[in-house]
């Protein structure tokens, strides 16, 4: 029977997708609450950065006479009282009114400039002397600008573009990049940036009109975020760029000044990057305590090359969270590797010359980028390059082999999308209630039961056990609309199978027009 709504009414109808910000806040919202102050590897340094980062503040952070690298700020930001050093069998880690309210005398701040200073100053906007809300707003406004930044580029793109961006964050967040975008490590920054980027770049020069104009000024966002937090994503938003200028370049005019845009985000990121002390290591290597033993030169060079993707793992929950002393379960990695696998291989399927010469970009980047650092360093896979450096690379990978490109759809089925969503619900549930248990109840303590053997919580009533049933079943939910979207009635679905997949228009005007309307009969765009 034919429906008699109006259009009108079916664009009025509750769309599910929209839950989707909704479910991801609360999600990552009770990943802030999982690990306590200075959680996230090096806060030590980055806490007291922050403090510092809006100059000398009463109270907050104080110049040291005769000492100008140093400076003074509250006992809790300077001695990182929940760090790694915080077992949590025989001990309690303090929270407002337990802490010490003198100051201390820190050196291992951003005063000498190694970090870029963005990051630093717009966090030190939320400083106080309440360290554990002001620490906890700050973990908040991450998740906020990852919400926002990614809803909002979603309702900018085009239909096809909008599931590679749903795809990629799905298979790669879980675990490390939902717990450093619910941390204070400027590291959150640069995973949201290289997760936006390259592809509001893309549909930057797909769309015209406002869209075009919107989702080139958040790409711009995107890069100075990135950059203005760490000099490597500064390096990953120039490879951004040329990743977006291979998928659609053009010989018209209208894209040459287009491309005014990405080259004016690569001197914004240069400049960041050659104003950092950061950049000091492309040309010295990393100086923290490592060894190579006896290998050196092509040795060297050749064992990296064969141990470098257990860096690329380590993002999906092989490496341990924190300050690398939390260790994942390994139903987390598994199904996340499986997933990641599966999905990026299903999208390899539709492909193009562009899109398989971006592959090789971000794969050469993949290995070249640890690969020479380490190689500078004198050290091995395991020693000094963490995989947090490089996940922005992964992030990359994953959206471009999950890009839709001439006819050949992005496709998965209906069993195919529910088996992704059941895994990565459970990776995330798995990973979030060990990351919680590590500091609640110590390292030798498993219970499934989190409100058990309490030795650390928050000064808060609501039981550790709540927060992680709600943020598991929040996750589901937020992966499962996502995934999963449901057509307008009148809107009909791909096959007769029940596939979701849809044509993307810039690709559709590029077709002949027998082959377009051949594809559009079968597969309608939906808008």
Not at 366 to 391: C, D, N, W
Not at 453 to 478: D, E, K, R
């Amino acid at each position: 029977m034919q429906s008699t709504e109006t259009p009108l009414k079916r664009t009025r109808r509750f769309r599910p997708i929209l839950l989707v910000p909704v479910f991801t806040l609360i999600a990552l919202l009770c990943w802030v609450f999982a690990s306590p102050i200075a959680s996230s590897p090096d806060d030590d340094y980055h806490l007291a950065s922050i403090w510092c980062g809006l100059g000398e503040r009463p109270g907050l952070c104080e110049s040291v006479p005769g000492h100008p690298n140093e400076r003074t700020v509250p006992w809790a930001v300077g001695q990182t009282p929940c760090s790694r050093h915080f077992v949590g069998s025989d001990e309690t880690c303090p929270v407002d009114g337990l802490a010490p309210d003198s100051m201390v005398t820190v050196s291992h701040v951003n005063s000498t400039g190694s970090y870029p200073p963005l990051y630093y100053a717009t966090m030190g906007l939320f400083a106080s002397t309440n360290f554990t809300f002001s620490i906890l707003l700050m973990r908040a406004i991450n998740v906020i600008l990852f919400v926002g930044i990614t809803s909002l580029l979603y309702f900018l793109l085009s239909p096809s573009r909008r599931r590679t961006l749903v795809w990629t964050w799905s298979i790669v967040i879980v675990p490390l990049g939902a717990f450093l975008i619910a941390s204070n490590n400027p590291s959150a920054w640069g995973i949201i940036s290289a997760g936006s980027l390259w592809l509001a770049l893309v549909g930057y020069f797909e769309q015209n009109g406002w869209r075009s104009i919107s989702l080139g000024a958040l790409a711009l966002v995107a890069a100075v975020m990135g950059a203005g937090a760490r000099a490597d994503a500064a390096i990953y938003a120039v490879i951004g760029v040329v990743i977006a200028l291979v998928m659609t370049m053009s010989r018209t005019r209208a894209f040459w000044l287009k491309a005014l845009l990405p080259l004016g985000i690569v001197i914004v990121a240069g400049l960041f990057y050659l104003l950092s002390n950061q950049s000091g290591v492309a040309s010295n290597g990393l100086t923290g305590m490592h060894t190579a033993g006896a290998i050196n030169g092509a040795g060297l060079v050749w064992y990296n090359l064969l141990w470098t993707p257990s860096l690329w793992a380590g993002v999906l929950g092989t490496w341990r969270l924190g300050w690398l002393d939390t260790w994942v379960p390994a139903i987390t990695s598994t199904i996340g590797i499986l997933a990641f696998g599966a999905a990026t291989f299903t999208g390899i399927a539709s492909w193009s010359a562009r899109k398989l010469t971006a592959l090789v970009i971000a794969i050469v980047a993949l290995f070249a980028i640890p690969g020479y650092i380490l190689y500078k360093s004198h050290a091995i896979v395991t020693q000094e390059v963490q995989p947090r450096y490089i996940m922005p690379l992964v992030i990359i990978f994953a959206g471009v082999a999950l890009l839709q490109v001439g006819a050949r759809l992005v496709d998965f089925t209906r069993l195919q999308t529910l088996v992704v969503v059941i895994g990565v619900s459970v990776a995330n549930s798995a990973a979030l209630h060990d990351t919680m248990q590590r500091y609640i109840s110590g390292f030798y303590v498993y219970d499934w039961n989190l409100d058990h053997a309490q030795h650390w919580w928050w000064n808060t009533p609501v039981p550790p056990m709540a927060v992680w049933i709600v943020g598991s079943l929040a996750f589901a939910a937020a992966v499962y609309f996502a995934l999963t979207p449901r057509p307008l009635a009148g809107e009909a679905e791909a096959s007769s199978s029940a596939r979701f997949s849809v044509v993307d228009e810039a690709d559709a005007d590029r077709r002949s027009p027998a082959t377009a309307e051949a594809i559009a009969q079968a597969t309608p765009i939906t808008r």
